[in-house]
């Protein structure tokens, strides 16, 4: 699976009949830690979302906007939580997210006003 929200739908089945699954990208924080046969080959999100929230912060980064795909929300929201918290030690501070659903009907000039208006470094 190319998303944690498919690999957490599919591993079920996949450990029921005890194939192993093996994902390039799904990265999400409620895939780690098991007994199952799920294996990646990235980093957990919080691990990747923390060093990039210190390196932003380091590069002079204080206000960051998360922009969230919510249709891979096993992933994404578990990666904004550890980028804002990161960020937020570090000294610096995370507006809430601007959420939406990836697909034809997505507004991307509005969501990109709407990041411009929150008046943040980053997103």
Do not use: C, H, K
């Amino acid at each position: 699976p190319m998303t944690s929200q498919m690999a957490a739908a599919i591993l079920p089945l996949a450990e029921q009949r005890g194939v192993p699954v093996v994902s390039p990208l799904a990265g999400a924080n409620e895939l780690s830690r098991r007994r199952d046969g799920f294996f990646r080959v990235v980093s957990d999100a919080a691990t990747s979302a923390r060093q990039l929230g210190r390196a932003m912060y380091r590069r002079g980064l204080r206000r960051v906007v998360p922009v969230t795909d919510i249709g891979n929300a096993t992933f994404t929201r578990g990666w904004n939580t550890a980028l804002a918290e990161q960020f937020v030690a570090d000294g610096g501070s995370a507006l809430p997210a601007l959420e939406y659903v990836a697909g034809p009907g997505v507004r991307f000039v509005e969501l990109a006003q709407r990041v411009a208006a929150s008046d943040a470094d980053a997103m």
